[in-house]
């Protein structure tokens, strides 16, 4: 048996890491010479090292682990169907009962019309279902031409070629020649950063209008779909304005648009709700999913699909598919771990409970001399760190300078929190109690203080011209 072991010391996994694993997003050589961090395991909300340290994992892994770490029942699930069957595929005319079991649970979750699972591996690899799939529907529909879809600066979509071309991430598109043709981004609602002397609504009216501007100039036979996060994750917890979502839908409508909602994040409770389509007033013809359908447990992503839009892609052949699309054992946990959302009401409890203890404590820190604004919706937040609140300025340093010394005095403070840019972000498990949160406050505080410290002694606290 290949037993996975800790017995080796912390310097000698981090030199093995450093000589064979290529991490991603990472400078390679950067975290070579300082040592990767090695978690060995993990249960509720708290992470231990090789070191022994205990960190408040205010980021659930990657915002995936809503249910928290270490249920057993998942882990007898795994084992469970590894051991009936183990590995299927569902392209040749088969099917297995986890795979059907799952999709009929998703259907009766999703919100609307979405009655309809085209299963993928990741998010990534379901929205690069989704493109496929959205242009394929408008070819069934005697409209080819119809292929351009629209998103957003700033939005994180995944990191295959096509799900990173739907992404506005630019340092992604400098890499690799992305993006794929026929993808156009409009301006993203970030009012804090973007907003100039609007109001927030005016704002969120405005951005979304781009949407119409940007169908009317590449032309309304030209367009596909548009797709958006209903909460930024990745681009630093960006909650829009509430005037924004409405006004998009509207002119999804209007125009006789596709309408994408990218859940990745968002979705199975992440914003108080189950999905925040709900929570927005969305009607998506088709939904990304992926992350909390498993918490993480087990890779598995999907598209939710409306009655429409399935009924068109049924009636043709579509040449799309991944070999673990509806992964056996992915859709025994998925199917345990929402078992275990609905029945333990975590989500039900996240929204009413938690979610608001959270924000009154999180909104505080907007306070804090270093924090220019502190948005939160449900359990993903973030703040902005800023040398000057009343001018909302950003720091004359480079990007993100800030927020990695905010990160690693978290880290100093066995927090994690993530930094995008000078936004610090979290996305704890939802099964977070009000003592944790207390703790995540005191020292997500205590580290706000430490960073404002340094970035002054740093001669840092300077706002760009
Ligand atoms: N859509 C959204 C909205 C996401 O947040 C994906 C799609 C892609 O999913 P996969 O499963 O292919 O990774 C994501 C993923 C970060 C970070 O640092 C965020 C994600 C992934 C990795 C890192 O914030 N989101």
Same mark, same amino acid.
């Given at each position: ?245 409405? /006004?998009?839908? #509207? =002119?999804?409508?209007?125009? +006789? *648009?596709?309408?994408? @909602?990218?859940?990745? %994040?968002?979705?199975?409770? &992440? ?64 199917? /345990?771990?929402? #078992? =275990?959302?609905?029945?333990? +009401? *975590?989500?039900?409890? @996240?929204?009413?409970? %938690?979610?608001?203890?959270? &924000? ?106």
């Amino acid at each position: 048996m290949t037993l996975i072991t800790n017995h080796m010391p912390t310097a000698e996994l981090q030199a093995l890491d450093a000589a064979h694993h290529m991490h991603p997003f990472t400078h390679g050589n950067e975290l070579g010479r300082k040592g990767a961090r090695i978690i060995t395991r993990a249960r509720g909300v708290t992470l231990t090292d090789s070191e022994g340290n205990e960190i408040l994992d205010a980021m659930a892994g990657l915002w995936c682990v809503n249910i928290g770490y270490g249920r057993d029942e998942l882990a007898e699930a795994a084992a469970r169907q590894m051991k009936e069957l183990p590995y299927y595929n569902t392209f040749f005319q088969t099917t297995h009962v986890p795979a059907i079991a799952l999709a009929d649970k998703l259907a009766e979750l999703a919100p609307h019309d979405l009655n309809h699972v085209f299963y993928a591996g990741s998010g990534s690899e379901a929205n690069d279902t989704n493109i496929r799939m959205a242009r394929t529907y408008w070819a069934q529909k005697g409209k080819p031409e119809k292929k351009v879809i629209i998103s957003r600066k700033n939005a994180y979509h995944g990191s295959s070629v096509g799900s990173a071309s739907l992404g506005g991430m630019s340092a992604m598109h400098a890499q690799g020649g992305l993006p794929i043709p026929d993808v156009h981004h409009i301006n993203q609602p970030d009012w804090w950063s973007e907003g100039g002397a609007m109001t927030p609504e005016e704002f969120g009216l405005a951005r979304a209008r781009e949407l119409e501007d940007a169908i009317l100039e590449l032309g309304q036979d030209r367009v596909a779909a548009f797709i958006g996060e209903p909460v930024q994750g990745a681009g630093g917890v960006i909650v829009p304005p509430e005037t924004y979502w409405p /006004e998009i839908q #509207r =002119i999804c409508d209007k125009y +006789g *648009i596709l309408l994408i @909602a990218d859940e990745v %994040i968002c979705g199975f409770g &992440r914003t108080g709700q189950w999905f925040a389509s709900e929570s927005y007033g969305i009607r998506p013809h088709i939904m990304t999913i992926a992350k909390g359908l498993s918490s993480g447990y087990a890779p598995i992503g999907g598209s939710l699909v409306c009655d429409e839009v399935a009924e068109v892609m049924n009636d043709c052949d579509f040449a799309h598919g991944y070999t673990y699309s509806g992964h056996p054992v992915s859709c025994a946990v998925a199917l /345990e771990n929402i #078992r =275990i959302l609905q029945e333990e +009401g *975590i989500v039900d409890r @996240a929204g009413s409970e %938690i979610a608001p203890y959270l &924000r009154r404590k999180w909104e505080a820190l907007a306070d804090h001399p270093l924090v220019g604004e502190a948005k939160i919706a449900g359990l993903m937040g973030s703040i902005a760190l800023t040398p000057d609140k009343a001018s909302r300025a950003r720091f004359a340093a480079d990007p993100g300078t800030a927020g990695l010394i905010c990160r690693e005095e978290c880290f100093a403070n066995n927090l994690v929190m993530r930094h995008v840019g000078d936004r610090m972000v979290i996305s704890p498990p939802l099964v977070i109690t009000k003592p944790e949160i207390d703790t995540l406050i005191d020292r997500a505080t205590a580290a706000l203080d430490a960073a404002q410290k340094r970035i002054e002694a740093e001669g840092l606290m300077v706002p760009a011209s």
